[in-house]
């Protein structure tokens, strides 16, 4: 079974920085696509940015394009999402997740129920 867990979230001052870690379970994680997605309270999960599979060509949404960096280490079967220039309007519960099918670049903004397996969230808050 694939199991993603997600950490590094924390509160930050707006206009500072952190990174989160995607930990994969698997042989076959460079396999697959990865994204990171976040949800705010009482607001529609919404994607933030994906990884393809192998080398990993990467596509960020509008609202962090510049600020966030997607990577990822498959010798360690891990991704990370490195943030900066934190916004208040980035407070949210971010989630690494696999897309659904295996050998696929990434080519712009993904649908949540493209992918299948998710971890339990980590909580990011951006004071201002």
């Known amino acids: 079974q694939v199991q993603l867990v997600e950490s590094g979230g924390g509160l930050v001052q707006a206009g500072g920085s952190l990174r989160l870690t995607c930990a994969a379970s698997g042989r076959t994680f460079s396999n697959y696509a990865m994204g990171w997605f976040r949800q705010a309270p009482g607001k529609e999960r919404e994607f933030v940015g994906a990884i393809g599979w192998s080398v990993g060509n990467t596509v960020y949404a509008d609202y962090v394009k510049g600020r966030f960096t997607i990577s990822r280490d498959s010798a360690k079967n891990t991704m990370y999402l490195q943030m900066n220039s934190l916004k208040a309007e980035d407070t949210a519960v971010y989630y690494c997740?696999?897309?659904?099918?295996?050998?696929?670049?990434?080519?712009?903004?993904?649908?949540?129920?493209?992918?299948?397996?998710w971890g339990q969230g980590t909580q990011v808050t951006v004071s201002s």
């Open positions: 997740a696999r897309r659904r099918r295996a050998f696929q670049f990434v080519t712009g903004a993904d649908n949540a129920d493209d992918y299948d397996y």
